[in-house]
Protein backbone atom coordinates (compact mmCIF):
# COMPACT_ATOMS: atom_id res chain seq x y z
CA UNK A 1 0.00 0.00 0.00
CA UNK A 2 1.35 3.06 -1.14
CA UNK A 3 1.57 6.44 1.58
CA UNK A 4 -1.44 7.93 -0.96
CA UNK A 5 -3.36 5.03 -0.23
CA UNK A 6 -2.93 5.00 3.43
CA UNK A 7 -3.06 8.58 3.41
CA UNK A 8 -6.69 8.07 1.72
CA UNK A 9 -7.60 5.16 4.22
CA UNK A 10 -7.08 7.63 7.51
CA UNK A 11 -9.42 9.89 5.83
CA UNK A 12 -7.18 12.60 4.36
CA UNK A 13 -5.41 13.56 1.31
CA UNK A 14 -2.03 14.57 0.78
CA UNK A 15 -1.76 18.00 -1.09
CA UNK A 16 2.24 19.07 -0.99
CA UNK A 17 5.26 17.79 0.97
CA UNK A 18 8.59 19.34 1.65
CA UNK A 19 11.84 18.31 3.13
CA UNK A 20 14.21 21.23 4.48
CA UNK A 21 17.74 20.22 6.21
CA UNK A 22 19.60 22.56 9.20
CA UNK A 23 20.05 26.01 7.44
CA UNK A 24 21.62 29.28 8.62
CA UNK A 25 19.45 33.14 9.59
CA UNK A 26 20.74 34.03 6.76
CA UNK A 27 19.19 31.56 4.34
CA UNK A 28 15.82 32.61 5.30
CA UNK A 29 13.50 34.60 3.13
CA UNK A 30 13.78 38.00 5.18
CA UNK A 31 10.11 38.45 4.66
CA UNK A 32 9.47 35.41 7.02
CA UNK A 33 12.43 35.82 8.97
CA UNK A 34 12.45 39.25 10.12
CA UNK A 35 12.91 38.92 13.97
CA UNK A 36 14.11 35.43 14.40
CA UNK A 37 17.68 36.05 14.63
CA UNK A 38 17.29 35.19 17.97
CA UNK A 39 15.29 31.90 17.27
CA UNK A 40 16.75 28.60 18.35
CA UNK A 41 18.38 27.00 15.12
CA UNK A 42 15.58 24.57 15.12
CA UNK A 43 12.80 27.29 13.79
CA UNK A 44 14.64 27.69 10.87
CA UNK A 45 14.26 25.17 8.71
CA UNK A 46 10.52 24.50 10.03
CA UNK A 47 9.98 27.47 8.96
CA UNK A 48 11.12 27.19 5.91
CA UNK A 49 9.06 24.13 5.02
CA UNK A 50 5.64 25.64 6.10
CA UNK A 51 6.47 29.03 3.98
CA UNK A 52 7.17 27.03 0.88
CA UNK A 53 4.13 24.94 1.88
CA UNK A 54 2.06 28.47 2.51
CA UNK A 55 3.37 29.88 -1.14
CA UNK A 56 2.71 27.11 -3.45
CA UNK A 57 -0.44 26.48 -1.39
CA UNK A 58 -1.99 29.81 -1.33
CA UNK A 59 -4.66 30.19 -3.35
CA UNK A 60 -6.16 27.24 -1.17
CA UNK A 61 -5.25 27.95 2.13
CA UNK A 62 -6.23 31.55 2.40
CA UNK A 63 -9.95 30.96 2.46
CA UNK A 64 -9.13 28.49 4.87
CA UNK A 65 -7.09 30.31 7.51
CA UNK A 66 -9.06 29.82 10.78
CA UNK A 67 -9.50 26.08 9.64
CA UNK A 68 -5.64 25.48 9.21
CA UNK A 69 -4.06 23.78 11.88
CA UNK A 70 -0.39 22.17 12.23
CA UNK A 71 0.88 19.38 14.71
CA UNK A 72 4.65 19.54 14.81
CA UNK A 73 6.43 16.50 16.35
CA UNK A 74 9.89 15.11 16.23
CA UNK A 75 12.63 15.07 18.45
CA UNK A 76 14.16 18.29 17.17
CA UNK A 77 13.67 20.97 19.95
CA UNK A 78 15.37 24.18 20.83
CA UNK A 79 18.61 22.47 22.40
CA UNK A 80 20.97 26.08 21.57
CA UNK A 81 18.64 28.07 23.65
CA UNK A 82 17.87 26.11 26.25
CA UNK A 83 21.48 25.19 26.95
CA UNK A 84 21.16 28.74 27.43
CA UNK A 85 18.67 29.07 29.58
CA UNK A 86 20.08 26.68 31.92
CA UNK A 87 23.32 28.55 32.41
CA UNK A 88 21.91 31.60 32.47
CA UNK A 89 19.77 30.57 35.35
CA UNK A 90 22.57 29.16 36.99
CA UNK A 91 24.98 31.49 36.64
CA UNK A 92 22.34 35.05 36.94
CA UNK A 93 19.76 33.64 38.87
CA UNK A 94 17.17 34.73 35.94
CA UNK A 95 16.45 34.51 32.32
CA UNK A 96 15.79 37.05 29.38
CA UNK A 97 12.04 36.34 28.71
CA UNK A 98 12.66 36.25 24.89
CA UNK A 99 15.13 33.32 25.19
CA UNK A 100 12.94 31.64 27.86
CA UNK A 101 10.12 31.91 25.30
CA UNK A 102 12.36 30.77 22.43
CA UNK A 103 13.51 27.48 24.59
CA UNK A 104 10.06 26.43 24.43
CA UNK A 105 9.21 22.89 22.90
CA UNK A 106 6.46 24.52 20.98
CA UNK A 107 8.55 27.62 19.41
CA UNK A 108 8.48 26.71 15.86
CA UNK A 109 4.40 25.79 16.08
CA UNK A 110 3.98 29.37 17.39
CA UNK A 111 5.77 31.42 15.09
CA UNK A 112 4.83 29.76 12.36
CA UNK A 113 1.00 30.08 13.38
CA UNK A 114 1.71 33.52 13.74
CA UNK A 115 3.19 34.26 10.68
CA UNK A 116 1.06 32.53 8.36
CA UNK A 117 -2.12 33.22 10.45
CA UNK A 118 -3.08 29.88 11.14
CA UNK A 119 -6.11 29.37 13.70
CA UNK A 120 -6.50 25.68 13.66
CA UNK A 121 -5.98 23.38 15.85
CA UNK A 122 -2.40 22.73 16.95
CA UNK A 123 -0.47 20.09 18.74
CA UNK A 124 3.48 20.02 19.59
CA UNK A 125 4.73 16.10 20.02
CA UNK A 126 7.89 16.05 21.43
CA UNK A 127 9.54 12.16 20.58
CA UNK A 128 11.09 11.49 17.57
CA UNK A 129 8.89 11.47 14.86
CA UNK A 130 8.53 7.44 13.89
CA UNK A 131 7.34 6.96 17.53
CA UNK A 132 4.80 9.93 16.89
CA UNK A 133 3.56 8.75 13.19
CA UNK A 134 0.55 6.41 14.08
CA UNK A 135 -0.31 9.23 17.16
CA UNK A 136 -0.56 11.83 14.00
CA UNK A 137 -2.42 10.15 12.02
CA UNK A 138 -4.92 9.81 14.67
CA UNK A 139 -5.20 13.41 15.65
CA UNK A 140 -4.99 14.34 12.13
CA UNK A 141 -8.31 12.15 10.65
CA UNK A 142 -9.85 13.05 13.97
CA UNK A 143 -9.80 16.77 13.71
CA UNK A 144 -10.40 16.91 9.62
CA UNK A 145 -13.01 14.19 10.10
CA UNK A 146 -14.91 16.40 12.94
CA UNK A 147 -14.44 19.66 10.36
CA UNK A 148 -11.88 20.82 13.30
CA UNK A 149 -9.63 21.63 10.45
CA UNK A 150 -9.68 21.59 6.91
CA UNK A 151 -5.96 21.70 6.19
CA UNK A 152 -3.13 20.60 8.18
CA UNK A 153 0.32 21.15 8.26
CA UNK A 154 2.08 18.32 9.29
CA UNK A 155 5.95 18.85 9.98
CA UNK A 156 8.42 16.26 11.54
CA UNK A 157 11.51 17.70 12.96
CA UNK A 158 14.13 15.35 14.02
CA UNK A 159 18.09 15.61 14.81
CA UNK A 160 20.41 13.51 12.76
CA UNK A 161 24.07 12.64 13.07
CA UNK A 162 26.04 15.78 13.47
CA UNK A 163 23.13 17.47 15.24
CA UNK A 164 21.48 17.98 11.63
CA UNK A 165 18.15 18.90 11.83
CA UNK A 166 15.71 16.99 8.78
CA UNK A 167 12.36 18.87 8.73
CA UNK A 168 9.39 17.35 6.26
CA UNK A 169 6.66 18.86 6.05
CA UNK A 170 3.35 17.92 4.61
CA UNK A 171 0.11 19.55 3.88
CA UNK A 172 -2.84 17.67 3.99
CA UNK A 173 -6.72 17.98 3.40
CA UNK A 174 -10.01 16.78 4.40
CA UNK A 175 -10.78 14.46 1.51
CA UNK A 176 -14.52 16.76 0.72
CA UNK A 177 -11.78 19.76 -0.59
CA UNK A 178 -10.47 20.02 -3.52
Given at each position: ?68 G ?19 M ?19 L ?69
Amino acid sequence: MTGETLAWARGYAIVDSCERRSMAYEQLDPEIGNGLRNADPTVWPVLDSVAALYRANRARLEPHRDHVGMIHYGSAYPKAIAQRVIADMSRNGRVSPAAFINANAGAALSICCTRFGFRGPTMNLTMPAASARTLVDVLAARWLGQGSARYLILVAADFEAAADIRVTGTLIRRLDLG
